[in-house]
């Protein structure tokens, strides 16, 4: 599916992916191969989805052509992300860390108006697709633990510009779990409301009190830790999010895998793949919430957050 499409028709989103990436944090993981990462989106199509937010951001090695093939050919609707990760996910003398806030601002609002021209020294650019005819949809900041450095201030500053002219939908990057209010307050300050940000990776904090105190604030909860058992086995995220519905919060989570690295991709040669969420998490997510709250999780929460709001 290409082009703008309403977020009420989007069906069930995971809402974070990558299909493109590299970063020096994530040595001989690079995804880079737009055919393997083309079939890794048909398995996740086949295991339940309609949507999914390819959540690299610029200067990873994000190919919005390649994006674009990978969703005419998957039947997957993918929102392209802009914005930017932490610093540490860029090499030395990388440009996007060096670059003040006001070029940040331009870069990331031309990325969500006019089209995603090409990733800042992200390589190989995918041929044949006019850059500029793949717009992105979302904007993300990065931060480190317990640590928001003069870089993510400026990303931050960047992000709020770049919202308060299109309304664009944020995603944050919180490593571990941390500074997630620290992280609202800041946005809040620069003009973006918890209730348009979704704080990816939550759960590799699985603190269900917290959870719903993000979530009274407005805030998205970004559960997409499953599969990663060597921190918290699946388990404990089923429990922390049933805490989560229990409390009333069901109507703030979203559920992705970022699953990220291709030694974890089926068509790379790894495991468990995409597959994954849709085949072995949602179900067990099913018996625990029931349907009508992995509908809202999968459905409306992700659609109340995509939509660009002026
Ligand atoms: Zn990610």
């Not at 999010?241 to 291709?262: F, I």
Request: proline letters at 6%; glycine letters at 12%; one cysteine or more.
């Amino acid at each position: 599916m290409l082009g703008d499409v309403p977020a009420g028709d989007l069906g069930r989103v995971d809402y974070h992916e990558h299909f493109f990436q590299r970063s020096p944090l994530l040595p001989g993981e690079d995804l880079d191969d737009e055919e393997l990462s083309g079939r890794e989106a048909v398995l996740l199509r086949r295991s339940g989805f309609e949507a999914v937010v390819d959540a690299t951001p610029l200067g990873l090695g994000r190919d919005a052509p390649g994006v674009a093939r990978i969703s005419r050919a998957s039947g997957l609707a993918v929102v392209l992300t802009t914005g930017a990760h932490r610093s540490a996910h860029y090499p030395p003398g990388h440009p996007v860390p060096a670059a003040p806030s006001a070029v940040l601002a331009r870069r990331f609002t031309t990325d969500l108006v006019e089209g995603a021209a090409e990733d800042l020294h992200g390589g190989a650019q995918g041929a044949g697709e006019p850059a500029g005819a793949v717009r992105a949809g979302v904007l993300k900041v990065g931060i480190d633990y317990w640590r928001i450095d003069g870089f993510a201030h400026r990303v931050v500053e960047a992000v709020a510009a770049a919202h308060e002219r299109t309304g664009a939908p944020v995603v944050v990057h919180l490593e571990h779990g941390s500074a997630a209010h620290e992280v609202l307050d800041l946005l809040g300050a620069a003009g973006v409301a918890p209730a348009r940000v979704a704080l990816a990776h939550v759960d590799r904090n699985p603190d269900p009190g917290l959870h719903v105190s993000l979530a009274e604030r407005g805030a998205y909860l970004g559960y997409d830790g499953a599969a990663r058992h060597r921190t918290h086995p699946d388990s404990v995220l089923l429990d922390c999010l049933s805490r989560v519905v229990e409390a009333g919060a069901g109507a703030r989570v979203l559920l992705g895998g970022d699953v990220a690295r291709r030694s974890r991709y089926v068509a790379y040669g790894g495991m468990p793949g995409l597959a994954y969420l849709g085949e072995r998490f949602v179900p067990r997510l099913q018996l625990a919430v029931g349907a009508a709250a992995v509908d809202a999780v999968l459905r409306d929460n992700p659609a109340r957050w995509l939509t660009w709001v002026r």
